[in-house]
């Protein structure tokens, strides 16, 4: 019951953490709109990327802190399912790489993908290395 508890207060800091990002990236790009040579505005989902690329390393570092500081594991389940799990977005992810797609933007499509792969796994893996390295 606590764990559910915990898992509903993060799951809102992190839905909230996501919106902060999606309002800034859109208020920037907003104020310095990039257009095609058509006129067309383009975009490029970098909110997603980011909150993606941290809820990885807020994982991977809870992973090894919950653990180390003797919390229970209610705590690496409130924090990964709920904070990073309200933070994070796969449907917003592939959502943008179809927009990249209907646009025939396929090389941004491509790092879209493979950025938030490897960025991801790359925060993730740094997240674990920094709780355990001795």
Known sequence: MI????VGVL????ALLRFAADSWFAHHAAR????????????????TLLVNVTGCLIIGL??????RL???????TAVATGLAG????FSSWT???????SEARFTAAGLNLGGNLVAGFAAAALGIALVTWR
């Open 3 to 6: 764990a559910a508890g915990l």
């Open 11 to 14: 799951g809102v800091l992190g």
């Open 32 to 47: 310095r709109p990039v257009t095609t040579v058509g006129g067309t505005p383009r975009h490029w989902p970098w909110a």
């Open 62 to 67: 809870s992973i090894g802190i919950t653990g």
């Open 70 to 76: 003797g919390l229970p594991a209610d705590w690496h």
């Open 86 to 89: 309200g933070l994070t977005t």
């Open 95 to 101: 959502t943008a790489t179809v927009r990249l797609l």
